[in-house]
């Protein structure tokens, strides 16, 4: 998958870059308007992380050109600004989602795999992983091909797990996930940890491997070994 | 007391004076006059009466009026011991036509003609002097009244016409709010110096005012606004470094603190900016919203925490609520406020919700005790023992209250701490 990013803010721009580098994306950047805009114009991309606050230009700008150019490009607005009034605007102009900065890297990670399955594969696309199969259409999920009954939460957890394979996820990541991040997180731990384990027995009653590993201290990773 | 009311009191307090003692003076002037006169008659129609006895001897009348006196005039023993010098004395005398006793002045004195002692006295009625000096009384009285509330109400208005810039100014400066941007205050110049400064003055330090004000504002909403993009860089990267295999359990830890820590952070921005912009008014918007769908809604919300924590959530919402309110506003206010029910709350306790008498209650068990549950509002208090709770919770929630003027109570009554909003 090709992603573009556009940020100013080269820390956090690398940051991003690394995280999605190491997944199955092909990575380019702008820091800059008029880079942004060059690279738009040449190149087509899956999905574009675009901030609002540029030195030379306004990221709405930026989102109008993209929606123009394809349908099928994917836009997440990342903004250090929570204002339902951007919020709107953005979403009028054609962007996809909105994600307030600071946000996890995993969280952007699942938003962006969102964002593409939704826009590119009208939310059709299975996700697989070993023998586990997701339908997000109809958030439904098979163990060898046996349908696993999950409640609406542990369907996220596994969602979100799987979307970021192989990369350690926080417990704090998973709670801001599920309950956006008015919870505070000294409240969420036992909860994540309650609906983890019941996740966890459910596959494992449907003969599935144990991909829930536990990062002691930190929070878990799904990976196969 | 009031300036007016002050001014005036003491110019009463000293014009009753004044013109009491003045007027008693006065009194006693006129009382002593009149009675110097009548004295000198008597004394004058006392020597006509001598002349008369001189010129006389023998054909004394006794009753003859000399003047328009009464005289007496009658011989007495030579040896008789009251023989002295002349006296005035005052008495009364019985009138056997008016069958009343009237007051007289008389004068006395003795005299030898002719080796014959002769007693002569001379009265005068007083009663016509005691009219008089009774009438000057009576005005004397009155012009002291008149005196006294006319100078009342002379000096009241020309206070007022002093004191209304003054007054003006007292008014104005009571009245400002530097959170209303609008507002706008007018000293004008005055005609006494005095207030003219005090008005320049004031100007200048209600100008500085609103510019710090206007700076700190500013100052905070950039604040918060500059440290979004840090904390993401920070978060970032710490995400990163916790992906590393063989990062080492002690690493692990030292980096989940730091993530826990800057989630906290967030959090605590997230709030002040949310804080900053209530108070900047930049949550105009209002629709007439029914509250109990609000509260309803942020109980599903909290579905999850409400059911492992065994809480139990009774309801009375029934009676339908509407009220014009930013939705936003709303959604924040009433989801603090059920958070902090359910988060503050023992496993297996309750919660106890209700819209009742033009007020919202929600109460919750708790075992945490609260000292100072005036203070409860506060930004960053804490209660009891749990860190990261209150913070900026609750006093989002009193920034809201306060923006549509609801007073909002914190009671804690055994164990049961509720939160209370009046005015819905």
Same mark, same amino acid.
């Given at each position: ?55 030379? #230009?306004? #990221? ?76 997000? #259409? ?68 449907? #003969? ?18 | ?24 003076? =006065? ?43 009464? *005289? ?27 069958? *009343? ?7 006395? @004195? ?71 941007? =609008? ?63 063989? =990062? ?46 609000? *509260? ?52 297996? @306790? ?43 919770? =609750? ?30």
């Amino acid at each position: 998958m090709k992603l573009l990013i556009i940020e100013d803010e080269s820390d956090l721009q690398q940051s991003i870059r690394s995280y999605f580098t190491n997944g199955n994306f092909v990575v380019d950047t702008a820091t800059t308007f008029d880079a942004a805009d060059e690279k738009i114009h040449l190149y087509e991309y899956d999905c574009t992380l675009v901030d609002l606050n540029l030195p030379d #230009g306004s #990221g709405f700008d930026l989102v109008q050109k993209i929606k123009g150019k394809s349908a099928d490009t994917g836009i997440i607005i990342i903004s250090a600004r929570e204002s339902v009034e951007d919020r709107v605007k953005g979403l009028e102009l054609g962007a996809d989602d909105y994600l307030v900065k600071p946000f996890h890297l995993s969280e952007l990670n699942a938003r962006v795999n969102s964002v593409i399955r939704r826009v590119k594969f009208s939310g059709e696309e299975f996700i697989s992983f070993n023998e586990i199969k997701i339908n997000p #259409g109809e958030r439904t999920v098979h163990i060898k091909d046996k349908h696993v009954d999950l409640t609406k939460k542990e369907y996220e957890i596994l969602l979100f797990f799987i979307t970021n394979q192989n990369k350690v996820l926080t417990k704090e990541s998973i709670g801001e996930h599920l309950w956006g991040d008015f919870i505070d997180n000294a409240n969420s731990y036992d909860f994540v940890y309650t609906h983890i384990k019941n996740l966890r027995k459910k596959l494992l009653d449907k #003969g599935c491997q144990d991909y829930i590993k536990n990062i002691y201290g930190v929070g878990y990773k799904f990976s196969e070994n | 007391m009031k300036l007016l009311n002050r001014t005036n009191l003491i110019y009463i307090t000293i014009s009753l004076f004044v013109f009491f003692f003045g007027g008693i003076i =006065l009194y006693n002037i006129v009382k002593k006059t009149i009675d110097q006169n009548i004295n000198k008659e008597l004394l004058s129609s006392f020597h006509q009466a001598m002349s008369y006895t001189r010129k006389n001897p023998g054909n004394i009348s006794s009753d003859s009026l000399l003047l328009h006196n009464s *005289v007496d005039i009658s011989k007495v023993n030579r040896d008789n011991p009251r023989i002295g010098k002349i006296m005035m004395k005052d008495t009364i005398l019985y009138d056997k036509i008016e069958t *009343v006793y009237k007051p007289y002045r008389y004068i006395s @004195g003795f005299m030898l003609v002719n080796d014959e002692m002769y007693r002569i006295r001379v009265y005068k009625s007083l009663i016509e002097t005691n009219a008089l000096i009774e009438k000057i009384a009576l005005t004397i009285a009155g012009m002291t009244l008149f005196f006294v509330f006319g100078v009342f109400f002379i000096i009241k208005i020309i206070s007022q016409h002093i004191w209304k810039d003054f007054l003006n100014t007292v008014e104005q400066v009571g009245n400002y709010d530097v959170t209303n941007r =609008l507002q706008k205050v007018n000293l004008p110049n005055s005609e006494i110096s005095e207030f003219t400064k005090l008005n320049k003055a004031l100007e200048k330090m209600i100008e500085r005012i609103r510019e710090d004000y206007d700076n700190l504002k500013e100052f905070t909403e950039n604040l918060t606004h500059e440290l979004q993009t840090p904390l993401a860089v920070i978060k970032t990267r710490v995400e990163l470094l916790l992906q590393q295999e063989n =990062l080492g359990r002690e690493n692990a830890e030292n980096l989940s603190d730091i993530n826990k820590n800057l989630a906290k952070i967030t959090r605590l921005n997230h709030g002040l900016v949310l804080l900053t912009k209530i108070e900047n008014q930049q949550f105009e918007e209002k629709n007439q919203l029914d509250l109990k769908d609000i *509260v309803r809604n942020q109980l599903e919300n909290f579905e999850d925490f409400i059911l492992s924590r065994g809480l139990k959530v009774q309801q009375d919402l029934t009676v339908s609520k509407k009220f014009y309110f930013n939705p936003i506003l709303a959604d924040i206010l009433f989801m603090n406020l059920v958070k902090n029910a359910i988060f503050h709350n023992h496993d297996k @306790g309750t919660v106890n919700i209700f819209f009742r008498n033009e007020t919202f209650g929600i109460e919750n068990t708790s075992n945490n005790q609260v000292e100072n549950p005036e203070s409860m509002f506060a930004r960053f208090k804490r209660a009891g023992n749990k860190t990261a709770s209150l913070g900026i919770g =609750l006093s989002l929630v009193k920034t809201i209250c306060d923006h549509y003027q609801l007073d909002i109570e914190y009671r804690q009554e055994d164990n049961i701490h509720g939160i209370y909003i009046k005015g819905l």
